[in-house]
């Protein structure tokens, strides 16, 4: 059998393990931010959330999404306080906008819900915590699989559109803590419901 056989039919087992392992999700909501920097429109991050997985989680997101959010705490004007690269960009502290503030709209931190969702791929939206049920308003966008953060954080949306504006912020510059050395910041959000499957891999 030649090489080229070869090659061939290692690709198609490959897309076949592949599209066994996948998942299809119905994402509930669409959640847009528009993302500048230092005077420069970055662009726009599109994410869908899994309301059918984690509908808690996913109400506390999207009501911090809107731009009048709840009790005057929304994720508009706040910034990616701690990025690295080749793993994920944090945000969220509407708080005090550095990683140590924290709200929900359940008056305080709340459960994981569920960890039915794997950090198997790059663009997973996943709620960043202080350890067990310690969730609130704090999120990250990963830029690699992340598997060793299974059954530890809520994986509860992805990236659709806008992962060049997520590999942007990853590769901006960064000082003390991973805070970048110029504010990154949500300027507009925009969120929507929506009826949409969308697939994850190696789930």
């Not at 690699?144 to 806008?162: E, Y």
């Not at 992962?163 to 942007?168: A, E, G, L, P, T």
Request: net charge positive.
């Amino acid at each position: 059998m030649s090489a080229k056989v070869l090659t061939i039919l290692l690709a198609v087992l490959v897309t076949i393990i592949s599209m066994a392992n996948a998942l299809d999700v119905n994402a509930t909501h669409k959640v847009t931010f528009q993302i500048k920097s230092n005077n420069e429109n970055f662009g726009n991050i599109t994410m869908v959330l899994f309301g059918s997985i984690v509908p808690k989680t996913v109400k506390n997101f999207a009501t911090f999404a809107t731009p009048a959010g709840f009790n005057g705490k929304t994720y508009k004007g706040s910034i990616f306080h701690r990025v690295i690269k080749k793993f994920m960009i944090q945000g969220g502290d509407m708080i005090k906008k550095d990683g140590t503030g924290s709200a929900s709209i359940y008056g305080g931190r709340f459960d994981d819900e569920n960890f039915t969702l794997k950090h198997s791929e790059p663009g997973l939206l996943s709620m960043a915590n202080a350890g067990k049920n310690t969730n609130g308003c704090q999120f990250f966008i990963t830029t690699v699989a992340t598997a060793w953060l299974n059954d530890k954080h809520v994986v509860f949306g992805k990236v659709i559109d806008g992962m060049d504006v997520v590999h942007k912020i990853e590769n901006v510059k960064t000082g003390a803590h991973d805070k970048p050395l110029h504010d990154v910041v949500i300027a507009e959000t925009h969120v929507e419901e929506v009826q949409q499957k969308v697939t994850l891999k190696n789930q």
